[in-house]
């Protein structure tokens, strides 16, 4: 039996590792502590799981679909990228400008960072959305290469799922005073990630309109 039929290693390789290169294991953590940090520890195992699952849910459902979703909704690449730059800066500025810490969980279940930012689009960002689409256009509706994209995505969310997991040791190590630090850090990293987000999207845009050429 042919092996490569089964699984494309020459495609699994380089899309885990872009994937993982996007999703960026340790510059999660600190965003991680700082949203989660008024919840309990099982609470914030809980949005590990959650937020790895939307992250999960998102790529796969924009991998087999994201062509024609974009299409049929009229929506470029570049506003997707673009619109999601502008919600990590509103997420940033929330974390450089809010209060402290010290204060437990409220247990208040109607604002889910799992879901929004952490699961999207901080995991499941455009840069993600896009490494897989182009993955799976790569593809070449063969088999093993479908498998290589599935085994690389499961494999990216289960390194992200361990890392979140995890850094909950971190949490109880630091204390208060230090996930207000690793807050304001985060804070500053993510709002930089963001403007380059935003940026790339708007010069990719006029570059591909012409405009001043």
């Keep these: 039996m042919n092996f490569d039929a089964v699984l494309d290693v020459a495609l699994l390789a380089p899309t885990f590792t872009t994937l993982l290169v996007i ?3 340790p510059g999660t ?17 809980r949005a590990a799981r959650q937020a790895t699952a939307v ?63 952490l699961g999207t689009p901080l995991l499941a960002g455009p840069g993600a959305i896009v490494a897989v689409m182009v993955a799976v256009g790569q593809a070449n509706h063969g088999f093993g290469s479908w498998v290589a994209v599935l085994v690389a995505v499961v494999a990216a969310h289960a390194v992200m799922w361990a890392t979140m997991r995890f850094s909950l040791k971190l949490s109880r190590l630091l204390g208060p005073g230090g996930i207000m630090l690793l807050t304001k850090i985060a804070g500053l990293l993510l709002a930089s990630i963001a403007t380059q987000m935003a940026m790339s999207a708007f010069f990719r845009f006029v570059h591909e309109a012409g405009i001043g050429s």
């Design 23 to 25: 999703m960026d294991p």
């Design 29 to 45: 953590i600190p965003v991680f502590l700082g949203l989660t940090s008024r919840y309990t520890p099982a609470g914030q195992k």
């Design 55 to 117: 992250s999960f849910g998102v790529i796969v459902v924009f991998a087999v679909l994201g062509q024609q979703i974009l299409h049929l909704l009229q929506i470029s690449v570049e506003a997707l990228q673009f619109s999601g730059g502008v919600l990590l800066f509103l997420v940033a500025m929330e974390l450089l400008m809010g209060g402290d810490a010290k204060e437990p969980d409220t247990g208040d279940e109607r604002v889910n960072v799992a879901l929004v930012p």
